[in-house]
Every structure is written in C-alpha cells, then in structure tokens.
C-alpha cells in the first residue's frame, strides 16, 4: 500500500495539532485515526526513516531504555537537591550559634550545640553518598564530568575533613564517625562547611551543576527542549514515538 506522507506532515502541522484549534484535524485524518490507518501510516514512514525492519521491538527497546535512564536522570537530580538542602541547613548562622551551659561546679561558659551540628553534617553526608551512588549510575557525560570534579574537590579536602572525622573510602563515599566528630573544634567544622568559599559552599555548586545537568538529560530523553531564549520547545515526533 502507498502511503501519502505529505498527509501525514500536512495533518500534524505545529501548534495546532497540539492547541486549542482543531481545525487543521478534519473530518478525513479523523477517520484515518479511527481506523487505525494512521498509525499504519506514522509506521510506515518512522520504518522509512530508519531503514529498520523490525520497528515494533526497536522502539520497544528504545522506550525501555529512554525510561531507564530517565529514572536514573531523576535519582541524580534529587540527590543533589538534597545536597544543597544539606549545605544549606549547615549555613543557618542558628546553629553555629553558642549557648549557655553550666556544669555541676555551677560554672558556666558557652558551648556550641554538638548534637545538632553533628546531626547536620550526617546530613550532608548522607546526601552526599547518595549523590556519588547515583551519578555513577548515569550515562551523561556532563553529569558524570560533573560529579568527576565534585569528588576530587573532596579528595582535596581530605585532611581538614580527617579533622573532623571524616573519611574518604576506596568507592569515592564520606563515612563519619560520631565520637571524633563531636571531640573535634566545632571551629574546623564551621569553617568547613559554612561560609563563601567553604568546602560545603564549592559542593552545593557543583551538586547545583549536576541538577541542572540531570534537569536537561530528562528534557531531553523527554523529547523537549529549551531554546536559547528560554523558550520551551516541544518534540511532537518524539511524543509519537512513545505510542508506535
């Protein structure tokens, strides 16, 4: 059978076909969709295209694939929203801030809150692993360049980190230990993780990088696209793809 593809095109035309006019549908592409001829037709010149003559398990393939990866893309971009939530709780002047205490002499002096500063930076830390686990699951390079320089930032920190009780293991992930941290100078960790120019500060951009990288790679696999001015463009023949 002769498929006319300059009906298919005609039919599918921009804006319409996805807006509020349905004037470009008419009556003879409607009955064409009833039918099921054309989907026939969307088929047969997706099979032109790419000379494949197996299409059906392709896109299976394909689709299965696409949604893999969008998966991981969405794993990657929320562990590294949690990464900035970590260091930016970490950056709340209240925490560092010191308290009265007095000991059982009557003493008094001013301490900082060791338990919730500790509990913040596992936070952090937790995060942090989750975001290494995760882009090593991902298949974009820019998000994996990304986390690249985010993990060897950390290797650069590993002595002031050691300060604290944090170490680097073999698999690139922080493990902290409560005890030491909670005997180290409250100081150090500050340093570490609050303020511009901090350890904590230089991760939280590049987790932001890496958001933004993960953001596009679903955009993409998504079949939509920015464009330079900021406007959102849609991929109608991707979108049909998903359905063939």
Do not use: H, P
Request: hydrophobic residues 30%.
């Amino acid at each position: 059978m002769a498929y006319d593809y300059s009906m298919l095109f005609s039919s599918l035309n921009s804006s319409n076909f996805y807006g509020t006019s349905s004037a470009s549908l008419d009556f003879t592409t409607l009955s064409t969709i009833k039918n099921g001829s054309y989907k026939k037709l969307l088929n047969a010149y997706y099979k032109k295209e790419s000379g494949n003559t197996d299409k059906s398990q392709t896109d299976k393939s394909n689709v299965t694939g696409s949604s893999k990866e969008k998966i991981n893309s969405a794993g990657v971009r929320d562990s590294a929203a949690s990464v900035t939530d970590a260091v930016n709780a970490l950056n709340k002047s209240s925490l560092w801030k010191k308290t009265e205490k007095t000991d059982e002499s009557g003493n008094k002096t001013e301490e900082y809150d060791k338990d919730a500063i500790y509990k913040s930076v596992k936070s952090f830390v937790d995060s942090y692993n989750s975001l290494v686990d995760k882009t090593g699951d991902s298949s974009d390079t820019s998000v994996l360049r990304r986390a690249s320089i985010m993990v060897n930032s950390t290797k650069a920190n590993k002595n002031l980190l050691s300060k604290v009780g944090i170490s680097i293991g073999t698999d690139n992930k922080l493990s902290i230990d409560e005890d030491e941290f909670k005997k180290s100078e409250m100081v150090t960790a500050k340093s570490l993780f609050s303020g511009v120019g901090s350890y904590g500060k230089n991760i939280q951009a590049d987790a932001s990088m890496i958001y933004g990288s993960a953001v596009a790679d679903i955009a993409k696999l998504s079949g939509s696209t920015y464009g330079s001015t900021g406007a959102y463009q849609y991929n109608s023949f991707a979108s049909f793809n998903r359905y063939l």
